[in-house]
T-cell receptor, first 117, second 113 residues
Framework: EPEVTQTPSHQVTQMGQEVILRCVPI?????FYWYRQILGQKVEFLVS????????KSEIFDDQFSVERPDGSNFTLKIRSTKLEDSAMYFC???????????????FGAGSRLTVL | AQSVTQLGSHVSVSEGALVLLRCNYS??????LFWYVQYPNQGLQLLLK??????LVKGINGFEAEFKKSETSFHLTKPSAHMSDAAEYFC???????????FGAGTRLFVKA
């Protein structure tokens, strides 16, 4: 069964360092997403990406965050200068279609746990 | 704006007992509603979805959910819990024309032998 893969599974970094989290979405999916889950809290939407541009982003997704689809298969989330409060599990997801064409079912990766010291 | 509230961060049931996980939503337009499950060290997996076709929705692993517009609820049930059902369950909502799915805080289900 097709799956979304994420790397690394766990990354530890120092505050102020740049981090790149990588995702390989399902190959025929067109919509890509990043969510995060701070320990013990809800899964929060960060950003959606379609047709090589951001389609929607949350207030969490400020200037220190960026996303890119550099080569047609990878989808990356970059955090420019990490803060302690960025420590969380980051989930990548993809979907075949957006909600404009019916219910938008997300397929999630297993997550990348980011620990900022 | 749409939102989801899950009542109870933890639910504990005995094996073979009824599972009931509660979800209420808030939306200004008819929503799409989902239940996802997360097993340890894994991503979220779709259990079932409501798309306005039928109010009672059946999902995988014997779970089902009923959409009740008058109560703005979408509670998840399973008649008989199994040890393998122990996981975290998330209710979620999305809207036509939008790109984001909003998740509830999750309910961790414990199943006792």
């Amino acid at each position: 069964e097709p799956e979304v893969t994420q790397t690394p599974s766990h990354q530890v970094t120092q505050m102020g360092q740049e981090v790149i989290l990588r995702c390989v979405p399902i190959s025929n999916h067109l919509y890509f997403y990043w969510y995060r889950q701070i320990l013990g809290q809800k899964v929060e939407f960060l950003v959606s990406f379609y047709n090589n541009e951001i389609s929607e982003k949350s207030e969490i997704f400020d200037d220190q965050f960026s996303v890119e689809r550099p080569d047609g298969s990878n989808f990356t989330l970059k955090i420019r200068s990490t803060k302690l409060e960025d420590s969380a599990m980051y989930f990548c997801a993809s979907s075949e279609r957006g909600t404009g064409s019916g219910a938008n079912v997300l397929t999630f990766g297993a997550g990348s746990r980011l620990t900022v010291l | 704006a749409q939102s989801v509230t899950q009542l109870g961060s933890h639910v504990s049931v005995s094996e073979g007992a009824l599972v009931l996980l509660r979800c209420n939503y808030s939306s200004s337009v008819p929503p799409y509603l989902f239940w996802y499950v997360q097993y340890p060290n894994q991503g979220l997996q779709l259990l079932l979805k409501y798309t306005s076709a039928a109010t009672l929705v059946k999902g995988i692993n014997g779970f089902e959910a009923e959409f009740k517009k008058s109560e703005t609820s979408f509670h998840l049930t399973k008649p008989s819990a199994h040890m393998s059902d122990a996981a975290e369950y998330f209710c979620a909502v999305s809207l036509t024309g939008g790109f984001k799915t909003i998740f509830g805080a999750g309910t961790r289900l414990f199943v006792k032998a």
